[in-house]
Each structure stands twice: as structure tokens, then as C-alpha cells.
């Protein structure tokens, strides 16, 4: 699971409505909204829409002296975390397979959730 935050120079309704236009924009299904929190799913396996891992994370927004914190927590769906843990361990000794499933666990959610981020 990739955790951060960030923090913006605008008012947790502006950032809402932006959140809401970018996650529409990069193709996520929003499953929830309202004024402190969206969560979000992102993917789905072997479509031809979004051929990517599934993901689904949070984005909470905390007002901060007329500016806005955004928390954010973003992870790949259970079965595609197992089964990457299981390649992982399977191909251990080729090296370069467990490298790609380290980063496909860990630093493609993150980097995901920063390009969302990013156009705020």
C-alpha cells in the first residue's frame, strides 16, 4: 500500500471538484464522495478498456488554514497482490522477476496516486 500527502493552496470544494475531474479523466470508478473523502477503483484485469492491475484506494481531505491537506492511501486489489507475491517467490532466483513485482506492489500505486495528485 502507497500512503502520503500532500498539501494544496485551494478549498476542499475546489479540490473535490477537481478530484472528481481528474479521477473521471484517468478512467476511475468513483465509489464514494462527499466533502472529507473519495475512494475510488482503478483497473480491472485483462479488459480491453484498462488493461492494468486492478487498484483501489482513498483520497481524505483535511482543511488547513484555508488550504487543503490531502491524505492519500492507494493499493493494488487483494488477488493481485497474491498472486505477484506468489510469481515473486516462485521466480526468486531469476532476480529479475520479483524486481518487476516488487515494484508493480509497491511503487506503481504510489506513482499513480501522484500523477492523480499532480493536477491539482
Not at 477537481?18 to 465509489?31: F, G, K, S
Request: proline share 7%.
Amino acid at each position: 500500500m502507497a500512503a502520503g500527502s500532500v498539501t494544496v493552496n485551494r478549498t476542499p470544494a475546489e479540490v473535490l471538484d477537481r478530484l472528481r475531474i481528474i479521477l473521471a479523466a484517468a478512467n476511475c470508478d468513483v465509489l464514494e464522495a462527499d466533502e472529507a473523502r473519495v475512494r475510488f477503483h482503478h483497473g480491472a484485469w485483462l479488459t480491453q478498456s484498462a488493461p492494468l492491475l486492478p487498484k483501489s484506494g482513498e483520497f481524505r481531505l483535511v482543511p488547513v488554514d484555508g488550504r487543503t491537506k490531502i491524505e492519500y492511501e492507494v493499493h493494488l486489489a487483494t488477488a493481485a497482490r497474491v498472486w505477484l507475491t506468489v510469481v515473486g517467490i516462485v521466480f526468486f532466483p531469476l532476480v529479475f522477476p520479483p524486481i518487476l513485482c516488487h515494484r508493480a506492489i509497491f511503487y506503481h500505486p504510489r506513482r499513480f496516486a501522484e500523477n492523480i495528485l499532480a493536477g491539482l
